[in-house]
């Protein structure tokens, strides 16, 4: 026998807060491939059955996240029976949905999340040229795109990731956007663009955030085999792209800093570097070690033999037809559309541009390792749109990373590759907007449980 459930015609009629009780089912539910029992929750959990029971049952009947169903079958006592039946449970994926926007420095994406917390729907991406009102226009563009595929009624609301300091719905840094971004509403803006297109969602939560927190959110939720969200409490998140990011997990918490300011690993200083950076000072990590950093270095090489092969992969953007010699304006847009990715593109075929690549390796790993001697992390991930270049500076960078790590700290499999390049941050500032509204994902149950066996098996031995 199955037990219809209701979703909610409007998601904000359900509280807006989950018990931690609550919270933490809903985590081991989404890790389920099958439904289970309250007995089944309740040895994954910790908590009492009474607590199962409540959490359950509110999950079920007010917050409309849970599907029941009863099969008849023995149970042990405490089980939830309907006409002699055991309740069994599992998550709606469709019980709400969750936006994400990527406000990118050289692009913005958005993405669509269900209860489980696992996309929806095609990432969608548009180009960022640097105007704030162009941006929030793009932003609000995007979300109604996204709509288009879901029920707008069950949109919890929207989560967006700057890349920068924010305070509430503010923008307080703007390095790598430009100055027409610095201080501004951008929450407010949005909901206004919102309004004008008569959009429910105006009305709906809008949550906006560090784009490091997000991206390490998304890694600690979502992050793929070789991270284990029980197993890597402690966890860094590089993002590679036009500057350089980081965001840290400590414990399974997310570390923002005061007024969400941490996470600005780019303008490190280096010792030995004199290369100005974006944000005014010389030395930064980022000028001599991003994206943005590896497109200075190739600049001035373009016209030469060394760059012939960059060059191309540039122009074959600019043209329209393959079989189309460029104008003259198209020539001169060349410089100005390099980009780091030209040089990992020309890199497959390209020596020059391989040894620009590995050029980044020795002081990212400087870099890393003062990272891993202050927070002695279970795991660093390496991601962002710059990433496909890890291949050509991994060696060197392993090399330099090792050299300069206090020697309990280090393990060979400490740094991994992203399995989420183009995804993270967008899938983060969603999973950013279901904590804002629910509270922190709880976590690590079961990794208690196999602890407390163990201290038993060595008392009774």
Not at 30 to 44: A, F, G, I, N, W
Not at 160 to 180: E, F, K, Q
Not at 384 to 413: H, I, Q, V
Request: with cysteine; hydrophobic share 40%; proline share 4%.
């Amino acid at each position: 026998m199955t037990v219809s459930i209701r979703i909610a015609e409007d998601r904000s009629q359900f509280p807006t807060r989950l018990s931690p009780a609550e919270n933490r089912i809903l985590s081991e539910l989404r890790e389920c491939s099958h439904p289970v029992t309250k007995q089944m929750l309740r040895d994954r959990t910790l908590l009492s059955l009474t607590a199962v029971n409540l959490a359950v049952d509110r999950l079920v009947k007010q917050h409309g996240f849970l599907h029941e169903e009863f099969k008849k079958e023995q149970t042990g006592s405490g089980q939830r029976k309907r006409g002699g039946a055991t309740g069994f449970y599992r998550l709606i994926p469709t019980a709400e949905y969750y936006i994400g926007i990527d406000l990118g420095a050289t692009r913005i994406r958005s993405c669509v999340l269900g209860a489980d917390l696992k996309s929806k729907a095609r990432l969608h991406s548009v180009p960022n040229i640097g105007d704030f009102q162009d941006a929030c226009h793009k932003a609000a563009d995007l979300v109604l795109e996204a709509t288009k595929t879901i029920p707008v009624e069950r949109v919890a609301g929207i989560g967006i990731a700057y890349p920068g300091s924010v305070i509430g719905g503010i923008t307080r840094s703007a390095v790598n956007l430009g100055n027409d971004f610095l201080n501004r509403n951008l929450v407010d803006k949005v909901r206004r663009v919102l309004l004008e297109r008569s959009s429910p969602l105006a009305h709906r939560k809008i949550v906006l955030a560090h784009n490091s927190s997000c991206t390490v959110l998304a890694e600690r939720e979502r992050g793929g085999p070789n991270l284990s969200r029980r197993r890597d409490r402690n966890l860094l998140s590089i993002q590679l792209g036009k500057g350089i990011g980081l965001g840290v997990s400590l414990d399974g918490v997310i570390y923002e800093g005061t007024d969400g300011r941490a996470g600005e690993f780019g303008h490190l200083i280096m010792a030995e570097a004199v290369v100005p950076c974006a944000c005014g000072k010389k030395g930064c990590l980022e000028a001599v070690a991003s994206a943005s950093a590896v497109a200075r270095l190739a600049l001035p090489m373009l016209d030469k033999p060394e760059g012939q092969s960059i060059r191309d992969i540039v122009a074959a953007e600019l043209r329209a037809d393959k079989k189309q010699r460029l104008t003259s304006k198209q020539i001169e847009q060349i410089p100005r559309m390099l980009e780091g990715r030209h040089v990992v593109l020309a890199a497959e075929t390209d020596e020059f541009a391989r040894q620009l690549l590995r050029g980044i390796g020795q002081p990212l790993g400087q870099a890393i390792a003062f990272l891993v001697n202050l927070y002695a992390p279970d795991r660093i991930v390496l991601g962002g749109r710059f990433s496909p270049a890890y291949p050509y500076f991994e060696s060197e960078l392993l090399r330099t990373c090792k050299a300069n790590c206090w020697g309990p700290s280090w393990k060979d499999d400490l740094i991994v590759l992203t399995n989420l390049p183009e995804e993270a941050t967008c899938w983060g500032a969603a999973i950013n907007l279901f904590e804002h509204i629910y509270g922190r994902i709880l976590f690590g149950a079961v990794s208690r449980i196999e602890g407390m066996k163990g201290r038993r098996t060595n008392e009774q031995s």
